[in-house]
């Protein structure tokens, strides 16, 4: 069956609510990043140990991705949508009811296949619901650019009014809803691919150029809110907003992105944004508009990579095999920068943790305080070093507070 034949408008409302689940399962990782830190509060662990929780998901996208190619000609792209929707809903609420980590890490696993399976039977679906080949792919296209947009901004909403747990649990009905979509007459009349998978001319060099595009976007969203919510202990919500200048900055570009030449505007993408990490990395000292205005350079770079490179990685083509393909080499991006970020990162903390500790001795020999108050709060600091699990930034504070209670307040009427 011709899907780009299929009357315009013959289902744009479906067509609307399965792209909401499109952007969903493309833009997880944005979604997610706002409530890593309070995950790794909640259910402990190390940073590398919490990165987990994006690196397994996307993980399991991009090795499912690939092995769906051979069951595009077995199952039709509507039956396949409609098993992972409801696969997808099913174990996003068994992620937002996790109580340990482990158990977390294995729902997202399956949180991963039902994603596989949405995102490559969705560009058929979507070219039949709207009843145009180049309307079905655009959607499909932007579904990814549109849902990293809003993603941060809804992680960090849905984390400081209610918890993470929430992040997951507001899936559940999207996900339900678009299978009402799924189940739409356009959509049923898709028919499995035909023959045997065709190779588009030049996909290879753009899904690598993908790998290497969602790489850096996951580098950026993991180093950023790592450093704004983390480390500058900024709220999810305020988080969230300096988190929301990528997407909104790849957003923006979308108009140049189309006019520019496709490998100029690639190009050009490229230099910033690996200038926007190189910014986002050298940045120190709390200063959020500063990280704000480099996660902005990363996204205008992101917007200017993506839209060529998921261009050229589709060709003309709408079969779910193709856009299995490219969901596999976006998905392997995520991975390869969540697994070479995540060990530096927790080593860092590691050293800022010895750190941590050298310079708050040294801040009490240096203070002017009783010899049996130095004593105390040595100990009292000793003691949050040694519970502080690796990896973690050891909450300091709390020890100068306690010893701090016991003497009146420390330096005071004792000095």
Not at 95 to 113: C, D, K, N, P, T
Not at 210 to 239: R, S, Y
Request: charged residues 10%; negative net charge; contains cysteine.
């Amino acid at each position: 069956m011709d899907v780009g034949r299929l009357r315009a408008g013959s289902g744009v409302v479906p067509a609307a609510l399965l792209a909401v689940a499109v952007g969903l399962a493309f833009a997880d990782t944005s979604i997610v990043m706002l409530g890593l830190p309070e995950m790794y509060a909640e259910l402990g662990g190390s940073v590398l140990e919490i990165s987990l929780v994006a690196t397994t998901y996307n993980l399991v996208v991009a090795i499912a991705a690939f092995a769906l190619l051979p069951l595009t000609r077995l199952i039709a792209p509507a039956a396949m949508a409609t098993v992972g929707l409801g696969l997808f809903a099913a174990t996003s609420f068994a992620a937002g009811s996790a109580g340990a980590l482990e158990s977390l890490l294995i729902w997202r696993g399956f949180q991963g296949v039902g994603a596989a399976l949405i995102l490559a039977a969705a560009l058929p679906l979507l070219v039949a619901l709207t009843g145009s080949t180049k309307r079905g792919r655009a959607w499909w296209a932007w579904a990814g650019i549109v849902g990293a947009a809003v993603g941060p901004a809804l992680g960090g909403l849905l984390t400081e009014v209610f918890d993470w747990r929430a992040i997951f649990l507001a899936q559940v009905p999207v996900a339900l809803i678009a299978m009402c979509a799924v189940a739409w007459p356009a959509a049923r009349q898709v028919a499995v691919e035909r023959g045997s998978h065709k190779r588009v001319p030049g996909a290879a060099t753009a899904n690598l150029g993908l790998v290497f595009a969602f790489g850096g976007l996951a580098g950026a969203l993991f180093l950023g809110v790592l450093l704004v919510v983390t480390v500058w202990g900024l709220g999810p919500l305020a988080g969230a907003v300096v988190v929301s200048a990528l997407p909104v900055a790849a957003l923006a570009v979308r108009p140049i992105a189309l006019a520019v030449p496709r490998w100029g505007g690639a190009a050009a993408g490229a230099v910033l944004l690996s200038a926007g990490l190189l910014a986002l990395a050298t940045t120190h000292s709390p200063q959020p508009a500063l990280a704000a205005a480099a996660l902005a350079v990363c996204g205008a770079g992101f917007g200017l990579l993506a839209v060529p490179l998921t261009s050229a990685s589709l060709g003309s083509s709408v079969r779910a095999s193709i856009g299995s393909i490219s969901v596999g080499a976006r998905h392997a991006g995520l991975v390869v920068a969540l697994v070479a970020v995540a060990p530096i990162l927790a080593v860092d903390l590691e050293r800022g943790a010895e750190s941590a500790a050298r310079e708050s001795a040294a801040v009490v020999l240096d203070a002017e305080l009783p010899l049996d108050t130095k004593l105390d709060l040595a100990q009292t600091l000793a003691g949050v070093l040694d519970e502080t699990p690796e990896g973690q930034v050891p909450e300091l504070d709390a020890a100068f507070l306690q010893v701090g209670e016991g003497d009146g307040g420390v330096g005071g009427t004792q000095t």
